[in-house]
């Protein structure tokens, strides 16, 4: 029998509830005490954590640290110095967004950790909890005598509980442009983020990073077979993560949880992490639907360089020009119009502000001015870093002295800075730069190859959309993407940032075209199919699900010329105010209705499956009456054998009826809602 004499017992009690105690300061709830964040100390003095939603374990105990080169770790031998707790509940107003007004409600927690043999060696780490998730980051505090940090590895896990169904893409640290997957967790690959959960009781998870700046992107590794996810970022060429100086702020470490699927769609976690705007004045950002010369360089019916089918001639673009302004389209792209296109994808070395001979840069922008329309001016790199930024400060002066307010920026293949890839933080700056060159010059920003969006457009907003996913032009010359892809999206990309996704193709065959294009037997012989896989009125829906405040009507004016669909183009409204989530399975179906003025719209989309919905329409005003104009897949449509069949009715509608939606295989549906009394 072992004998505790009365002061060892008193002791040991002590010690107990000091630790209890300890562990019970560290527990932070979010303000609806439904997420539960626990901070712990291993024996070995590692930071760790574990995520509860409603008692529900979600990250089961996962380290924290980062490994530094020349400097102590920063993993294991901490003591807890101080602790600072605090709560914030304000709301904000921006310029654009799925909402107008955004409520930024947490509480917090931050821990400083100094070393057990050295207090110089210091790690900070902040949480944040929210009722939608949670945010954590690293802060390294001034060190004496030492000015610069290189990180060579992130050693941040996230212990995932039980093996959740997973939607993920590959990891790349060069490309986002993948097929989206779903699988068991522990049989996915590394994994980009967003990465997007449902455990086995029916709770939502999705990791992701906000505000990344003047640091690396993440992805997320793990062993065959095993849940523990670790950060990875990419790389310098030199093998370093991140060079930084002191104090040195990490980006938020992301997970957005829900107990609906919807709820990660609704969720402001991202943007809430980001700091507040930076721009004074932002009566110049405005929110558009654009159409431009563009699909038909991706179907080779017209081509970026100069020859006899040039896309970008002065005559070309005011036809775009007088289409836009005659159909109530607010810009007008125009890709092609600067030499350098004819080595394109192999030296890669563009002339930025030289247009081609049959291109009149100051024409065109005075023609778009007098019709009231914007020119969005093109830069494509070909990731010719050291090349662009050289010019970047005259393309800047030009766009600013021909008076354009918004450019598409491009990044197609490696970056030419030999072991440098897009996602490292010399990347990360550079994209970030542009951004910020832009905005002190009134010029908005979509950029393709970009960085993953992680919510900086709450502090820049003139940063409007981007792409980062695997967007339509893979319909144009590759297999392409499946009727689920857009249904997988809206719950993964789709959680970081607006997109510029280009939807609105009305010829999804391009019956009209493909026989011409040049790669057209090569695919015939490999027994693959050019064409886009949805309904055209799931190409409707999906400029209401697929939130940005830039919204491509991405066809060809020879497709829309005559074309009744074309109607809802033209109607839509893509400056919202407000947004509800009406139904959502993940890689199934969502539909989605958005806010503006004081019309609604709605887009419903699915996957391969045909599906019903009976959807309320108690978002509407009570007491109104609204027509709804709706864009509806043809009783007999089909992605495959019947796509462009689409019928259009109207309907009087009020807050209290509820409304039959039924979508095609691979279909979609789209809405306009709009008072009776102001028509
Ligand atoms: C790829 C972009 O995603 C696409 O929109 C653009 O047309 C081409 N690069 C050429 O810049
Ligand atoms: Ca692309």
Redesign the pocket.
């Known amino acids: 029998m072992i004998r505790i004499s009365h002061m060892t017992g008193l002791l040991l009690w002590s010690i107990i509830m000091i630790s209890c105690k300890q562990q019970h300061d560290l527990i932070l709830t979010s303000p609806n005490g439904q997420v539960e964040i626990n901070f712990l100390l291993s024996v070995e003095g590692r930071p760790q954590y574990t995520v509860a939603l409603d008692t529900e374990m979600i990250v089961d105990t996962s380290g924290l640290g980062l490994d530094l080169r020349k400097q102590p770790d920063l993993l294991a031998g901490f003591t807890i110095d101080k602790v600072i707790r605090s709560t914030k509940d304000e709301t904000w107003e921006r310029p654009w967004g799925e909402t107008r007004s955004v409520q930024n409600h947490y509480n917090e927690l931050k821990i400083f950790l100094v070393g057990q043999e050295s207090r110089g060696r210091r790690l900070n780490i902040y949480f944040r909890a929210f009722d939608d998730g949670l945010g954590f980051r690293y802060e390294v505090p001034d060190q004496e005598e030492v000015d610069s940090l290189f990180i060579i590895s992130e050693e941040t896990q996230f212990n995932i509980a039980g093996d959740p169904e997973t939607w993920w893409i590959k990891a790349d640290h060069d490309s986002y442009e993948k097929r989206f997957r779903q699988t068991r967790l522990s049989e996915s690959a590394s994994l980009g983020t967003p990465v997007t959960m449902k455990t086995a009781k029916n709770s939502f998870l999705s990791i992701h990073e906000a505000n990344l700046t003047n640091y690396a992107c993440m992805t997320l590794v793990h062993q065959e077979g095993s849940t523990l996810l670790e950060s990875e970022l990419a790389p310098w060429p030199d093998g370093v993560k991140v060079k930084a100086t002191f104090p040195m702020l990490s980006p938020w470490r992301t997970i957005q949880l829900s107990k609906t699927a919807g709820g990660l769609i609704e969720s402001n976690l991202i943007v809430n992490l980001n700091e507040p705007g930076r721009i004074e004045d932002t009566s110049w950002i405005k929110p558009m639907k654009y159409i431009g010369i563009?699909w038909s360089?991706?179907l080779f019916l017209e081509t970026w360089k100069a020859g006899p089918k040039h896309g970008a001639t002065t005559e070309n673009a005011k036809r775009y020009i007088d289409f836009a302004a005659a159909n109530n389209l607010q810009g007008v792209l125009v890709?092609g119009w600067n030499q350098g296109w004819d080595t394109w994808l192999t030296e890669d070395s563009f002339d930025y502000i030289t247009p081609y001979p049959d291109f009149d840069p100051v024409e065109v922008v005075r023609y778009a001015k007098e019709k009231g329309i914007e020119f969005i001016g093109h830069q494509?790199t070909g990731g010719n870093i050291p090349e662009f930024e050289a010019r970047l400060d005259s393309v800047i002066v030009m766009y600013k002295s021909l008076g354009v307010h918004a450019i598409k920026t491009?990044y197609?293949g490696k970056i030419r800075v030999p072991g440098q890839s897009h996602h490292g933080q010399f990347m990360v700056d550079h994209y970030r730069k542009v951004v910020e060159m832009a905005a002190a010059n009134k010029i908005m920003v979509n950029a393709?190859?970009p960085i993953k969006d992680t919510g900086i457009r709450r502090t820049w907003p003139n940063m409007m959309t981007r792409?980062g996913v695997r967007?339509m032009?893979w319909n144009a010359w590759s297999k392409g993407n499946s009727p689920s892809h857009t249904t997988i999206m809206a719950f993964t990309r789709m959680l970081a940032g607006p997109v510029d996704y280009t939807p609105g193709i009305f010829d999804v065959t391009f019956s009209n075209s493909r026989d011409r294009m040049p790669k057209w037997d090569e695919f015939k012989e490999r027994n693959l199919t050019l064409r886009v896989r949805t309904t055209i009125a799931k190409q409707l829906a999906l400029m209401v699900v697929l939130y940005s405040p830039m919204v491509m009507a991405a066809d060809r004016i020879e497709n829309y010329e005559g074309q009744p669909a074309f109607q809802f183009i033209r109607d839509l409204d893509v400056n919202w105010e407000d947004q509800r989530v009406l139904n959502a399975a993940i890689g199934e179906h969502v539909t989605i209705a958005r806010k503006a003025g004081n019309r609604w719209f709605l887009g419903s989309i699915t996957n391969e499956e045909a599906r019903e919905f009976e959807v309320p329409l108690d978002f509407l005003e009570k007491g109104k009456i609204y027509r709804a104009a709706i864009y509806a897949d043809a009783s007999n449509a089909h992605w495959e054998s019947n796509p462009h069949a689409i019928s259009h009715v109207l309907q009087t509608v009020a807050s209290d009826t509820v409304l039959k939606i039924r979508l095609a295989p691979g279909g979609g549906q789209a809405i306009e809602f709009k008072p009776i009394d102001q028509e």
Do not use: I, R
Request: no cysteine; glycine share 16%.
């Open positions: 563009w360089l991706h890709e494509e491009g197609a393709h190859e792409e967007g032009e």
